[in-house]
């Protein structure tokens, strides 16, 4: 059956999804209603075709600018640095940051080739220089690249007078924002200390 096998192979090439998940996952799809294949196809194309990152903040949006950067209740003032566009989402979630993003695209790993200079570090240097940040708090993930980032970016920002701040360890170390709960999540942010 080369057309399950193949839609097995592509099922198991997506993050997270094992083998067996995908087997499981394949023999669901081929047991749907053909309207039903149909509008999961469309909305995978629709979704790759018409998302895109805001060029303010590299948040998802299919506009041009994502809600976050065009919502003019939110202040200039708190800039909240995360390392990936899913991470706005997963801090969305608390319904209490009332500040703007700024992603990363990644985080510093010397061993994977990933440098300064792969990150969007500079434009948020900018960002700083002429959105009249006052805060900027630092909410990459707890593990050894995390920290390393968020290390690199308070140093580069210090001398510019913001105030800078990492958020609370309430998130495991060596967890990702993905994972974690609103409440936790929100007592990180409620419980950042300074860098």
Known sequence: M???????????RLPG???????????????????????LAEALTNAKQKVHYCPVCGNYTENELCPVC????????????VESARDVIFMERVHEFRGRYHVLGGVLSPMDGVGPDQLSIAQLIERVKTEQVKEVILATNPDVEGEATASYIAKQLKPMGVSVSRIAHGIPIGGNL?????????????NR???
């Open 70 to 81: 065009a919502d003019p209740k939110r202040t200039s003032e708190l800039l909240c640095v």
């Open 178 to 190: 993905e994972y974690v709960d609103e409440v936790t999540l929100s007592k990180s942010i409620e």
């Open 2 to 12: 080369e057309s399950l096998d193949l839609l097995i192979s592509r099922l198991n």
């Open 17 to 39: 999804i094992g083998i067996k998940s995908a087997q499981r996952l394949a023999f669901h799809i081929i047991s749907m209603p053909e309207a039903d294949v149909t509008a």
């Open 193 to 195: 200390r300074k860098m």
